[in-house]
């Protein structure tokens, strides 16, 4: 038995699968994870806060512009489950950091929003 080189999952959305993402991504992800989240876990703390900036500078320049596309949705996902106040707080950390992929999060949170609302599920009979 041989072993398997390529883990795939399944995506939410059509169930196909896909391959798992890079590790860049991954760390890309986990670094901005930390900074949308640093304003409820360290307060005010503007040193935190530029270490944090810096890490997610640091694994942005490092994406493919594929990767990029995946980090905008992945960023849309995580702003698109927070209310209106944490949402507004989490897009400006955002655009502190890299204003071309605020730009793009904030499109793909439109289209992601809109998904999410339940009315456009509906059926006309």
Do not use: K, N, Y
């Not at 640093?38 to 890490?55: I, M």
């Not at 500078?57 to 702003?79: I, K, M, P, V």
């Not at 927070?82 to 289209?111: F, I, K, N, P, W």
Request: charged share 20%; hydrophobic share 50%; net charge positive.
């Amino acid at each position: 038995m041989q072993p398997c080189t390529t883990l795939v999952h399944p995506t939410p959305a059509t169930g196909e699968s896909a391959a798992v993402p890079s590790l860049s991504l991954r760390l890309a992800q986990r670094a901005f994870a930390a900074l949308i989240e640093a304003p409820r876990r360290h307060g005010p703390d503007p040193f935190r806060r530029a270490q944090l900036a810096g890490a997610a500078r640091r694994t942005l320049s490092a994406l493919s512009a594929d990767e990029c596309a995946g980090l905008a949705g992945w960023l849309a996902l995580q702003f698109a489950s927070r209310s209106g106040a944490g949402r507004a707080g989490a897009q400006a950390v955002l655009a502190r950091v890299d204003a071309t992929l605020a730009a793009e999060v904030g499109l793909a949170l439109a289209g992601v929003l809109d998904r999410l609302r339940p009315e456009s599920h509906a059926t006309v009979a």
